[in-house]
Nanobody, 122 residues
Framework: VQLVESGGGLVQAGGSLRLSCAASGRTFRSYGMGWFRQAPGKEREFVAAITTNGDYTGYVDSVKGRFTISRDNAKNTVYLQMNSLNPEDTAVYYC????????????????WGPGTQVTVSS
């Protein structure tokens, strides 16, 4: 499986973006999926995760109520809808795949996309 993110860009504070992560291969539905982000000078942090069949999701506290992760196994795609963005959300966003059905542990993710830049201006 290979992962490629899209949908990043520049947005004003309070705006929205929808990130997509397209996966190649026929085994996408067997992977737990997650989104992570890395701001300049900071470690890569967990943002959101979703189970293999999409029936459970989890978020870091700072994005709860603003971000929504979802997946479409028929399209081999996972999404991250981001609303009410603020400058602290500025980072490179990565999607990742895990052989666990669900995990928020960065070290449990074995496949990573190249990332997409999200910049939120004040």
């Amino acid at each position: 499986v290979q992962l490629v993110e899209s949908g990043g860009g520049l947005v004003q504070a309070g705006g929205s973006l929808r990130l997509s992560c397209a996966a190649s291969g026929r085994t996408f539905r067997s992977y737990g999926m997650g989104w992570f982000r890395q701001a300049p000078g900071k470690e890569r942090e967990f943002v959101a995760a979703i189970t293999t069949n999409g029936d459970y999701t989890g978020y870091v506290d700072s994005v709860k109520g603003r971000f929504t992760i979802s997946r479409d196994n028929a399209k081999n795609t996972v999404y991250l809808q981001m609303n009410s963005l603020n400058p602290e959300d500025t980072a490179v966003y990565y999607c990742a795949a895990s052989t666990y059905a669900y995990t928020i542990d960065r070290n449990s993710y074995i496949l990573w996309g190249p990332g997409t830049q999200v910049t939120v201006s004040s």
